[in-house]
């Protein structure tokens, strides 16, 4: 357990904000997890914009890596199409959590108009690394 105390949090959805981040066509919605965790953690909901319905299919988010700790997702709405390396294409539906494995070489491929996720990552801040080409799977998998 770390030394440093957590402190209670509630973020309540009648007051939720939701900005836009890293993607253009994505709003973010910050749990407040971060503040409460000392940068441990981040949590957050992710959708898509409101009026950028088809955005997403003209972008993805190219082959990257998190250099994180912990990293996973559950989609509370719509489904999210990815590739990760040595897994292939995977689709994920509303009630689907998924672990992603600390540097795990992936990429968003596309998602309906109506995706919701919940996002929880540690460290808060993290480097994200570009990657050239989807690693080969090992024959030890």
Known sequence: M???SQRFSVSRGEKAVYKT?????MEYRDLGIEQA???Q???HVIRIKSGSAGAHELHTTGLHQH?????MFYVLRGWMKFVYEGQGEQTFHAGDCVLQPA???????DCSDDVEILEIYSPAVHPTLVVET??????AR
Not at 21 to 25: I, T
Not at 103 to 109: F, S, T
Request: charged share 20%.
């Open 2 to 4: 770390s030394e440093t």
């Open 134 to 139: 989807m690693p080969e799977a090992s024959a």
């Open 41 to 43: 953690f981040r949590a």
């Open 103 to 109: 540097g795990i070489v992936h990429n968003e491929l």
């Open 21 to 25: 981040g890293l993607r253009s066509f």
């Open 37 to 39: 965790t000392h940068g």
């Open 67 to 71: 250099k994180c700790d912990f990293q």
